[in-house]
């Protein structure tokens, strides 16, 4: 069975979607005690500045107590935390997990960021023994079927993400960006995509590294760079702070931008989930801060909501064919069955005409040549009936083959 449980922008503002959220290493230490309990097969921990959604394969089709399990893992939730909470199962989490692939789930439409974090959160949990076949396909046919889809879709060609979304609500809100210098707090994929943003608008751009990096760093060309430690020092020198980190703790506080001060109006933009700047940091007379609650609410022109429709519709193509797949595992017994019968059934009838190859051996070889293609022939029948037929109508296919067999 597949279950999901969490939240999102839509059921939670920032300051509860903190409660929720996770670092990687959070989000390891938490799948690695998930998959431990009773019942369960594998687990994706997917935790974005949007969302924190848990997907959970388990035994049978008992559900799973997953609110419990859920507050086991994040000690500070509490009772009245609950009311931000979402639970699918089955089909449901399935079609979710799929308009989160297609970005109909996200801030910005069709976000183009997303599906790399969905890939990023299979992978995490890959590399910390949390997945399992189902997941494994899941997340696949998910992923492989949201690009397929997105590159037919209209809307999505303009390649939204949040980034370009907040940089153009900063513009919306009169603030300047040609010849301003910025600072960018992280070089991460939030923090490089700012960077590139700013540069477009004609910001003049400096990006944070932490000092403790080794190796080469890849800076975003055309950006200038200083050490993480140096970023209060430098903002004296800025109008515009965009800070993008995993950071458990605060980028900017309210003490350290006071100390500052300042003549002209700096502009805090925070894109991180949990906050990386201090809200207390609006307090202070020349300090403006947005959130990613500051970003606006998209209105849709008619032709965007038929293709949010359509979208929909053909994405039930997609949760299709994951039960299609999901059905036909129970099949695969039998198909093997089938297959090795038939092989049986070719070898019985073919004897004659191998029979005419004198040499023992090669009479032999050739024999298990043919039976192999003969099999995978049969195999390769199977499955596409299998992917085409409803589930009852391969069964009785099936049993009529079985029959033929004396099975």
Same mark, same amino acid.
């Given at each position: /069975?597949?279950? /999901? ?16 959220? /996770?670092?990687?290493?959070?989000? %390891? ?38 609110? #419990? ?26 079609? !979710? *997990? ?27 949990? $890959? ?21 397929? *889809?997105?590159?037919?879709? =209209?809307?999505?060609? +303009?390649? =939204? ?6 940089? &153009? ?10 010849? #301003?210098?910025? *600072? ?10 700012? %960077? ?19 190796? !080469? ?14 970023? /209060? ?29 300042? +003549?002209? =109006? ?12 201090? =809200? ?40 299709? #064919? ?6 036909? $595992? ?38 298990? &040549?043919? %039976? +192999?293609?003969?099999? +995978?022939?049969?195999? $390769? *029948? ?12 391969? $069964? &009785? ?11």
């Amino acid at each position: /069975m597949i279950q /999901m449980i969490g939240t999102d922008y839509q059921l939670a503002n920032v300051e509860k979607r903190e409660k929720f959220s /996770m670092t990687k290493k959070e989000c %390891a230490k938490v799948i690695q005690r998930i998959v431990e309990k009773e019942g369960v097969l594998g687990c994706v921990l997917l935790s974005t500045c949007n969302r924190t959604e848990l997907y959970i394969s388990s035994t049978g089709k008992t559900s799973l107590p997953l609110i #419990k399990m859920f507050w086991d893992i994040r000690e500070n939730l509490k009772e009245e935390d609950k009311a931000y909470i979402v639970q699918y199962e089955e089909e449901e989490a399935v079609r !979710h *997990l799929y308009h989160v692939c297609l970005g109909l789930c996200s801030q910005v439409l069709g976000d183009e960021q997303i599906i790399g974090q969905v890939g990023e959160a299979l992978q995490w949990s $890959r590399e910390n023994k949390g997945t399992n076949q189902e997941l494994e396909v899941l997340f696949r046919i998910g992923m492989t079927g949201a690009k397929e *889809l997105k590159s037919q879709i =209209p809307f999505f060609q +303009k390649n =939204p993400t949040l980034v370009s979304k907040s940089i &153009q609500m900063l513009k919306d809100r009169g603030i300047l960006l040609q010849g #301003k210098k910025c *600072l960018v707090i992280g070089n991460g994929t939030m923090g490089k995509l700012a %960077a590139v943003k700013l540069l477009e608008e004609g910001a003049d751009v400096t990006v944070t590294v932490r000092q403790y990096r080794s190796g !080469h760093v890849e800076i975003t060309k055309g950006a200038k760079i200083i050490l993480y430690g140096d970023r /209060m020092a430098h903002l004296k020198e800025c109008s515009v702070i965009v800070s993008a980190t995993q950071s458990p703790n605060y980028t900017i506080t309210k003490e350290e931008v006071r100390k500052v001060g300042g +003549k002209n =109006p700096l502009f805090f933009l925070d894109l991180a989930m949990p906050r990386d700047i201090d =809200p207390k940091v609006g307090e202070l007379s020349f300090a403006i801060v947005y959130s990613l609650d500051s970003l606006e609410e998209e209105v849709y022109d008619e032709e965007t909501k038929k293709n949010i429709f359509t979208t929909k519709e053909k994405a039930e193509e997609i949760v299709k #064919k994951f039960f299609t797949w999901k059905e036909g $595992r129970d099949f695969l017994p039998n198909i093997e069955a089938i297959m090795e019968e038939s092989k049986k059934d070719f070898l019985f009838r073919t004897r004659k005409l191998f029979s005419s190859i004198e040499n023992r051996e090669e009479r032999q070889k050739v024999q298990e &040549q043919a %039976a +192999k293609a003969a099999k +995978k022939v049969s195999g $390769r *029948l199977l499955f596409q009936l299998r992917d085409k037929l409803e589930p009852e109508e391969f $069964r &009785q296919c099936l049993d009529a083959l079985e029959d033929v067999y004396g099975k």
